[in-house]
């Protein structure tokens, strides 16, 4: 059993900054791509940033600039460190992971619960 368990959401002003975890527990062979998403009221699930084991990142045009995907391979967490926040990142942020839980099956993909960032004008 993979678990996957987020924290660090909540309400912050226009102009501040949240830090997202995630941590995975469970049966792990091998961890790989981790990812944060979100959904907001209404609209699809969307990538916002994305790394790789060996640390190479990818981001959301709409948060370029301002937030920081890390992970600490040691402690199977990442992080989304999220700056100068704006009302239209309020959502409900996701993680993923893509974990392999054995020698012999291909990796798949794990989501954390939820959390919710909502961020006021």
């Known amino acids: 059993q993979v678990q996957l368990v987020e924290s660090g959401g909540g309400l912050v002003q226009a102009g501040g900054s949240l830090t997202l975890s995630c941590a995975v527990s469970g049966r792990i062979f091998r961890l790989n791509d981790m990812g944060w998403y979100r959904q907001a009221p209404g609209k699809q699930r969307e990538l916002v940033a994305m790394?790789?084991?060996?640390?190479?990142?990818n981001y959301a045009d709409s948060v370029k600039g301002r937030f920081t995907i890390s992970r600490d391979n040691a402690k199977n967490t990442e992080y989304l460190q999220m700056n100068s926040l704006k009302p239209e990142d309020t959502a409900v942020y996701y993680c993923?992971?893509?974990?392999?839980?054995?020698?012999?099956?291909?990796?798949?993909?794990?989501w954390g619960q939820g959390t919710q960032v909502t961020v006021s004008s």
């Open positions: 993923n992971a893509m974990i392999s839980i054995d020698l012999y099956r291909d990796p798949r993909a794990y």
């Open positions: 790394i790789t084991r060996s640390g190479s990142t």
